[in-house]
């Protein structure tokens, strides 16, 4: 069964940084669209960011300018560089690997925390 694995989350205060990663096979992470979603209480889980196999980037309006997302070929692993962190981040982030209709992969999630 393929998985996705998620580290990296924790409780950081307001203004703070955290780096997620998410490693994947080669064949998962060459060929698909990572990204990385997050679900906070009582909410609908929702895009952060996205990079295709061509590195082209999309992110959700709320991050822009403090997020980061990026991809290592050589380690197949997909970053989340989160800067200027705000309590309204806090949530549970998931890595996806989408190849079209092909996949839709999910990890389990790793919790973030931003409160002081």
């Known amino acids: 069964q393929v998985q996705l694995v998620e580290s990296g989350g924790g409780l950081v205060q307001p203004g703070g940084s955290l780096r997620l990663s998410c490693p994947a096979s080669?064949?998962?992470?060459?060929?698909?669209?990572m990204g990385w979603y997050r679900q906070a209480a009582g909410k609908q889980r929702e895009l952060v960011a996205s990079?295709?196999?061509?590195?082209?980037?999309n992110y959700a309006d709320t991050v822009k300018g403090r997020f980061t997302i990026s991809r290592d070929n050589a380690k197949n692993t997909v970053y989340l560089q989160m800067n200027s962190l705000k309590p309204e981040d806090t949530a549970v982030y998931y890595c996806n690997a989408k190849r079209g209709d092909t996949w839709n992969i999910w990890g389990q999630g790793t919790q973030v925390t931003v409160s002081s």
């Open positions: 080669r064949i998962i992470f060459s060929t698909s669209t």
């Open positions: 990079i295709t196999s061509g590195s082209n980037t």
